[in-house]
């Protein structure tokens, strides 16, 4: 962010010690917000080179920067403006100790902008300090992420990459099929994530929190339903325009995992029916014979179709085959797990591009037994204590 910082006028340079540079007037925000938005389009910018010694910008030298998947922008008050925040996937703020940044500050204003330590501790005084206080301090509150003890936190560190790792490979995918959706990942998310796979969790936690992502997974999905506009009158007399939930849909298990599921359907969605599909492996052919209880109107409805994990897809298109012979729409039908190996995913959507997945995580891929790495283990032994 230091590279958006406005050049001094000669009055400013005359008396720069009187300048307050750690004030968010003394950056150009504008031009930081127009240069964010072109990369997250994808375009190429020029960074603007801050002369620190002249306190002024070079007018005739640039710093190109190409757009990326992963752009990070770094600078104490980069939380202070909401536009700015706005554009920001994942906030991080570094908690250091005061000391530290003090001892930072004196060696790289000293070593790489040529002034002297007299200066810069007049300067902390003065104009740093305040601005950390007034500035700087109650923008955390905005951070997603609050490392204790900055770059020695390891742990932190490695957290945060590998969700980053994490994050790349599920936009790749969403970028191939547009008909694929990931819950917005929060560190909430991820922490129950790290419970339910931890393989020495007991079987009520695994329960409990499973049953919390499920939830999330399914109000997810549900906001992929059609609606209608509706005008209620409130409490207060006053005319409130909404909408109204899609009246004709049903949800479907894939036993038995998937009936893990039907509890958090049951209660996003008061008296839902719910029906059946059970897929059984036959000897080492890959036949599969298929038991289903359905409701009989199911062609009428919207499908909720419900498998914690989608593997190799192979049991999922045969279930949606199954649907789609029983009279449903391939559009109507949404299918939701809590992850998803990317083989899972390539085999529904190429199969059937016009339904819709909802995951909260899209896993690294299969081994070589075709179980989902890292995975969850065997789900429903795990769910229904059976393991």
């Known amino acids: 962010m230091d590279s958006f910082y406005r050049g001094l006028t000669e009055e400013q340079s005359e008396h720069v010690q009187d300048y307050n540079f750690d004030h968010p007037d003394a950056f150009d925000t504008d031009q930081l917000l127009e240069c964010m938005g072109k990369l997250k389009s994808g375009q190429s910018v020029n960074i603007p080179i801050y002369d620190f010694k002249n306190h002024r910008r070079c007018s005739e030298s640039f710093r190109k920067v190409n757009a990326s998947d992963v752009i990070i922008l770094e600078g104490i008050l980069v939380f202070h403006d909401q536009r700015v925040r706005d554009l920001m996937d994942m906030k ?40 950390f206080d007034d500035f700087v301090l109650p ?115 894939i036993v038995r995992s998937g009936e893990s599921m039907e509890n958090a359907l049951r209660a996003c969605c008061k008296g839902i029916k719910i029906g059946k599909i059970l897929i059984h492996r036959v000897g080492d052919n890959g036949q599969q014979l298929i038991y289903h209880k359905l409701p009989l109107d199911i062609a009428e409805r ?65 081994n070589e037994e075709y179980r989902v790495i890292p995975g969850l283990g065997e789900y429903g032994d795990r769910y229904f204590g059976t393991d």
Do not use: W
């Not at 002034?115 to 305040?130: A, C, H």
């Not at 419900?306 to 109507?332: M, Y």
């Not at 992850?339 to 529904?348: D, F, L, M, T």
């Open 92 to 131: 991080i703020f570094v908690d250091t100790d005061a000391d530290i940044r003090l001892a930072r500050r004196i060696r790289r204003d000293t070593v790489e902008r040529g002034r002297d330590v007299t200066s810069v501790l007049e300067q902390y005084g003065r104009f740093v300090k305040p601005a």
């Open 139 to 253: 923008s955390k509150k905005y951070a997603d992420v609050i490392i204790p003890k900055g770059g020695d936190n390891h742990v932190a560190i490695d957290l945060i990459v590998q969700h980053i790792r994490t994050k790349l490979g599920q936009h790749d995918l969403c970028k191939i099929y547009p008909n694929v959706f990931v819950v917005h990942t929060t560190f909430q998310i991820r922490g129950m994530h790290t419970l339910i796979r931890d393989r020495n969790i007991t079987t009520p936690d695994f329960v409990f929190y499973s049953d919390r992502l499920i939830r999330l997974v399914v109000e997810h999905g549900l906001g992929h339903l059609p609606f209608t506009e509706k005008q209620v009158v409130t409490p207060t007399g006053s005319v409130y325009m909404g909408v109204d939930f899609c009246k004709k849909l049903c949800g479907v298990s």
């Open 302 to 366: 919207h499908v909720l179709l419900l498998d914690p994990v989608l593997g190799t897809g192979n049991s999922a298109n045969q279930a949606i085959e199954l649907l789609i012979r029983k009279g449903v729409p391939e559009e109507r039908i949404i299918f939701l797990n809590l992850i998803s190996a990317p083989e899972g995913v390539n085999c529904v959507c190429k199969r059937f591009p016009r339904l819709k997945i909802v995951t909260s995580e899209i896993d690294g891929g299969l």
